[in-house]
Nanobody
């Protein structure tokens, strides 16, 4: 049973950066497909960044080129480096593990929203 605990959220001005950390317990991140999901009140959850067991990453168009997902094997954690942040990046960010595999109608990133394991979330606010 994988347990996920996020940290690193906070408030930042537009154009700024934050790095989110997901501490993984119960197993090692490289044994699982994992990713990050964003929830904005009143909107559907959005898969942002996916990393497979081999370390290959994929991103939603909304964050491609600005966000970077990676594994820190030494610390048994998953990271999300967020640069060039925009006000529309504001939301609750969740670390997730074990999403279903991609299908013809659903990419790996989109599948993150129905992942098996979820952290408690960390709030990110981007405003001036």
């Amino acid at each position: 049973h994988v347990q996920l605990v996020e940290s690193g959220g906070g408030s930042v001005e537009p154009g700024g950066s934050l790095r989110l950390t997901c501490q993984v317990s119960g197993d090692t991140p490289s044994n699982h497909a994992m990713g990050w999901v964003r929830q904005v009140p009143g909107q559907a959850r959005e898969g942002l960044a996916h990393i497979d067991k081999d370390g290959r990453a994929s991103y939603a168009d909304s964050v491609k080129g600005r966000f970077t997902i990676s594994q820190d094997k030494a610390k048994n954690s998953l990271l999300l480096q967020m640069d060039s942040l925009k006000p529309e990046d504001t939301g609750m960010y969740y670390c997730v593990a074990d999403p279903p595999a991609a299908r013809d109608y659903m990419t790996a990133v989109q599948a993150l929203v129905v992942a098996l394991y979820w952290g408690q979330g960390t709030q990110v606010t981007v405003s001036s």
